[in-house]
């Protein structure tokens, strides 16, 4: 290992490449060690013998001696296995789990203690000053993030099984470096431009910067440990988790209070972003805790604590400052993360009378402030709309004060949609009054923030959604006028449609019949075939986005039980056959087919008696073959069209299309139908094995199987009698005899895996023909 530990121009030199076998070796052996303790540790574990504390000490020792980080990542993995298989023992075991604890306990603080050292500039510092925080792998995280969040999961499942041992190793390194970041107060002096941090010598600044580094990753890995205070073990770990809580209060009101992020270094591009990371993960550990919050809330109700009140009025008073846009974005998104929490998560009833909750109300819906980034904007308004909107916990629904909620909240929308709503006198011509840039800037800015609203507000109680619907009639009114104004602008529409279709998800039955029924006719009138061809053929994938918005709602209306919405199947269907289908059927971008295709089943799926009438009863009295049909042009177009997708070399569509045929029979008996059976059940299995011989699509090859014997086995004799020889007969490439050796070779079975291992044999046989045809020389005799 210490080869492989060499610099690189030793390994590239003389010696490389031994170097480079004992890199290989080690990480073979670590694979070694990885299947050793997942596949086979269970079972050598029992034996008395063996010595399990030994080969653990020798892991511990190999972990730590890794020459590269991929090293000892793979190696934390293998101690993630252990800790896996440690906690289900124990879960299966309960009565034996301190005997199983006392046996590795000695083990688990060592492998705890030596993980946090690891993640400690303090310890560690030449090493983890080689790990890049700036480049992004594939799962949008830093090399540094990696290294951090697989190292707080090992301090994680520890603490699950050490929840003693854990917090009090972790919780003293914690306050040693708080000490040094609340002690930075006594440093700060008053310059001309602000306040300064009156430490500018070299050593001191390279200290402090590790310290802050330090407390970073220790504020994650105590939001990391929140999970383990809540539950069942409440109440025996709520001293821990009140001390926690109340230290990370203390932090972020600190932090708020003498503006650490505003003030001026030494060193202003090393300390400013760790003194904002520090804030920011403080905000981020407090909000890991709202779950715990929520639990002391509901034990506060019952209680009346004045301690809880004034943990969220504090928590409330750190928040407030950072909602400015004079505060940088990732201290301010922590910020509001946090606020959302308490607003969603805790819920206390209090919350909205604290007077730092009413500042942020004032701030938000006043027209001459200064407007937040996006982002913060719209989780900002979330949280006040959620505080006046969810049910408080605990309170029977006659003290959940919702006539004054009720009227707050509509003057909260109000306000946040006040620009939105004055567009709507000017929807015929816009650019008259504004020009069409700051239309379009009000337009985003209002729905991004009434669509997370109704979004956020949609799987809550019917009261909560009745208000929230009440408060934004007149802006969703204002959205349906402009509509037509912006139908030319894909942005635009694109942006309203995305309220829509929340709208129709969350709010349908607050929106009322009649109001939803002008919704759909307008949409339906809007998009004309050539509005669609426009907006698929010229507008790119913004166009694409538009029509698959405009299919995604139309699929929450033919989803829509009942007879309300029934009168408008057939100008749904016309409009997908007609107008959408033509448009995309020959296109190869998978653009909008997916949602096509989505909808067209939905409507077959949830309106079935659209297309077949009869009763259950009916149908036996009758028997299957007399089964009336209504709209059978509609019904055998859509059917082409799901033939037509399986030509075409869209590997996913064919699987998806594939999956709602096969859905259709199990739940409707597609394939027996009358009209499939005698008209399009052998031009679909004829489509179905011609992929499969072409080997087109061969990663559904099972799937393509069982759906042939599914439409095969509803006429067993038809397939064997007709259809084979039929399809053979229809096969280039192969001779008559060839084609009789194939059909005797197909036997005759009827059960699923036999049909289909014949269906197999048969495709590659037909291929193997057709290879040793294809390469004989030209003339030659076949015998």
């Excluded at 913060?376 to 029977?396: D, F, K, T, Y």
Aim: aromatic residues 10%.
């Amino acid at each position: 290992m210490r080869e492989c530990g060499a610099p690189d121009e030793e390994r590239t030199g003389g010696n490389g490449m031994k170097g480079c076998l004992t890199c290989s070796y080690v990480e073979k052996f670590t694979d070694f060690l990885r299947l050793f303790v997942s596949v086979h540790l269970r079972r050598i574990e029992s034996y008395s013998q063996f010595p399990v504390v030994e080969f653990l000490t020798l892991l511990f020792k190999y972990t730590f001696h890794q020459p590269t980080h991929e090293g000892y990542f793979s190696c934390l993995d293998i101690w993630t296995l252990f800790l896996d298989y440690l906690t289900s023992k124990i879960k299966s075991r309960l009565g034996d789990k301190e005997a199983v604890l006392n046996r590795y306990e000695d083990a688990l603080v060592l492998l705890l203690t030596e993980v946090l050292n690891r993640i400690q500039f303090r310890y560690n510092q030449a090493q983890l000053e080689e790990l890049d925080d700036e480049t992004l792998d594939d799962d949008q995280q830093t090399e540094w993030q990696r290294y951090l969040r697989q190292s707080l999961e090992v301090v994680a499942k520890v603490m699950e099984l050490l929840p003693t041992h854990a917090f009090s190793t972790l919780f003293p390194v914690l306050q040693d470096n708080l000490e040094v970041y609340l002690g930075l107060q006594q440093f700060i002096v008053t310059s001309g431009s602000g306040h300064r941090l009156n430490i500018t010598a070299e050593n001191d600044c390279r200290r402090l910067h590790c310290s802050l580094r330090d407390l970073s990753s220790l504020l994650q890995a105590v939001g990391r440990l929140a999970e383990y205070f809540i539950g069942d073990v409440f109440a025996a770990r709520f001293s821990d988790a009140l001390t926690v809580v109340e230290r990370l209060v203390k932090v972020t009101l600190y932090g708020s209070q003498i503006k650490l992020y505003n003030i001026e270094t030494a060193v202003p591009s090393v300390l400013k972003p760790d003194l904002i990371d520090v804030h920011a993960q403080s905000l981020a550990a407090l909000q890991a805790y709202s779950h715990w919050l929520a639990q002391y809330c509901s034990e506060a109700h019952r209680q009346n604590t004045q301690q809880f009140v004034t943990l969220i009025s504090t928590t409330m008073d750190a928040v407030t400052p950072l909602i400015s846009t004079k505060v940088q974005d990732k201290l301010l998104l922590s910020a509001c993360h946090l606020l959302v929490s308490l607003a969603t998560t805790v819920r206390p009833v209090f919350l909205i009378s604290i007077p730092a909750v009413q500042k942020v109300f004032n701030r938000i819906t006043d027209a001459s402030a200064q407007r937040l980034v996006d982002k913060a904007q719209v989780l900002v308004c979330r949280a006040l709309s959620n505080i006046l909107l969810l049910p408080w916990p605990n309170l029977p629904e006659n003290e959940q004060q919702w006539p004054v909620r009720s009227i707050n909240h509509a003057s909260l929308i109000s306000a946040l949609s006040r620009d939105y709503r004055n567009l709507k006198p000017s929807a015929v011509a816009p650019q008259r009054k504004m020009p069409l840039d700051d239309t379009k800037v009000i337009i985003h800015q209002t729905l991004s923030v009434l669509e997370d609203i109704v979004e956020n507000i949609s799987g809550e109680s019917t009261k909560s959604r009745q208000i929230c619907y009440q408060s934004l009639q007149e802006s969703v009114q204002v959205s349906l006028a402009l509509f037509p104004a912006f139908i030319h602008q894909s942005d635009v529409t694109d942006e309203m449609l995305s309220f829509f279709l929340t709208l129709f998800r969350g709010l349908r039955v607050q929106m009322g019949v009649p109001f939803t029924e002008q919704i759909i006719q307008t949409f339906l009138n809007m998009f004309t075939r050539e509005q669609l061809a426009d907006s698929i053929l010229n507008e790119g994938s913004t166009g694409c986005r538009v029509v698959e918005k405009f299919l995604k709602i139309l699929q929450v209306v033919v989803q829509e039980p009942g007879q309300v919405f029934k009168p408008f199947l057939p100008s749904i269907i016309s409009l997908c056959m007609e107008q959408v289908y033509p448009i995309i059927a020959e296109r190869p971008s998978p653009d909008v087919k997916a949602e096509l295709f989505e909808l067209l089943f939905r409507t077959l799926h949830h309106n079935w008696r659209h297309f077949f009438k009869s009763s259950v009863l009916a149908s036996v009295q009758r028997g299957v073959a007399e089964e009336p049909m209504e709209n059978e042009p509609q019904f055998s177009a859509i059917m082409q069209a799901f033939g037509q997708s399986f030509l075409q070399p869209d590997i996913h569509l064919f699987k998806q299309n594939l999956f709602y045929l096969e859905t259709l029979n199990t739940k409707q008996k597609l394939y027996h139908k009358k009209i499939f059976r005698t008209t399009m059940l052998f031009q679909f299995v004829n489509v179905l094995l011609q992929v499969l011989v072409h080997k087109s699509h061969d990663l559904l090859q099972e799937e393509i199987g069982i759906a042939i014997y599914n439409m095969a086995s509803v006429d067993f004799d038809g397939f064997f009698a007709a259809f084979l020889p039929e399809f053979l007969t229809s096969c280039d490439g192969v001779d008559a005899n060839q084609k009789n050796v194939l059909g005797r070779n197909f036997k005759m079975d009827r059960d699923l895996p036999s049909f289909t291992q014949n269906v197999h044999r048969l495709v590659n046989d037909l291929r193997y023909y057709r290879l040793c045809n294809d390469s004989l020389p030209p003339g030659t005799v076949k015998l």
